[in-house]
T-cell receptor, first 113, second 114 residues
Framework: TQLLEQSPQFLSIQEGENLTVYCNSSSVFSSLQWYRQEPGEGPVLLVTVVTGGEVKKLKRLTFQFGDARKDSSLHITAAQPGDTGLYLCAGAGSGGGADGLTFGKGTHLIIQP | DVKVTQSSRYLVKRTGEKVFLECVQDMDHENMFWYRQDPGLGLRLIYFSYDVKMKEKGDIPEGYSVSREKKERFSLILESASTNQTSMYLC?????????????FGPGTRLLVL
């Protein structure tokens, strides 16, 4: 069974600060997705990373996939209140087929004005 | 833009009722999934389907069934709703094959069983 551990579970910081969220596993994933979810809504895809060592940027958000494709990080620069939400990482297995993603339990992020 | 829609945003049902949750996607995706999301437990896979009329059990299929009569539509059925099925239900879809396996989610249905 593949597991994804996210840390921290909860994070509350002031507007303008930087933060990093981690997603770790002992398993290798063929790809890893990051989602943001707001209360009462479905997760919205932020990025998919596929190649070990890959770095993707989305405005103030920087995503990195570990060299061994077992872990990932999300770094937010100068956090804004609009970044508040639940951040989920999800890994896809290496096999083919339609099996579901393995999800971390999420990081609840609150950015205080 | 990928669009996944779910038939209801909120539902209130009574114990023992039969409940239908419907999901439609417009991206011609082969794969469709049903998850439930509960505080502290994260997202758990109930069922998935990789083709019309095909279905596979996920991690927690007990008390649920599914139907996929058309490629774009995937229904989740609670045969006899129970209070422990109160949850947020999320539908997702993705292309079959490839390495990315990115899933796109609907807005969710918050179900309360009384």
């Amino acid at each position: 069974t593949q597991l994804l551990e996210q840390s921290p579970q909860f994070l509350s910081i002031q507007e303008g600060e930087n933060l990093t969220v981690y997603c770790n596993s002992s398993s290798v994933f063929s790809s890893l997705q990051w989602y943001r979810q707001e209360p009462g809504e479905g997760p919205v895809l932020l990025v998919t990373v596929v190649t070990g060592g890959e770095v993707k940027k989305l405005k103030r958000l920087t995503f990195q996939f570990g060299d061994a494709r077992k872990d990932s990080s999300l770094h937010i620069t100068a956090a804004q209140p609009g970044d508040t939400g639940l951040y989920l990482c999800a890994g896809a297995g290496s096999g083919g087929g339609a099996d579901g993603l393995t999800f971390g339990k999420g990081t609840h992020l609150i950015i205080q004005p | 833009d990928v669009k996944v829609t779910q038939s209801s945003r909120y539902l209130v049902k009574r114990t023992g009722e039969k409940v239908f949750l419907e999901c439609v996607q417009d991206m011609d995706h082969e794969n469709m999934f049903w998850y439930r999301q509960d505080p502290g437990l994260g997202l758990r896979l109930i069922y998935f389907s990789y083709d019309v009329k095909m279905k596979e059990k996920g991690d927690i299929p007990e008390g649920y069934s599914v139907s996929r009569e058309k490629k774009e539509r995937f229904s989740l059925i609670l045969e006899s709703a129970s209070t422990n099925q109160t949850s947020m239900y999320l539908c997702a879809s993705s292309f079959l094959g490839g390495r990315r396996k990115t899933q796109y989610f609907g807005p969710g249905t918050r179900l309360l069983v009384l």
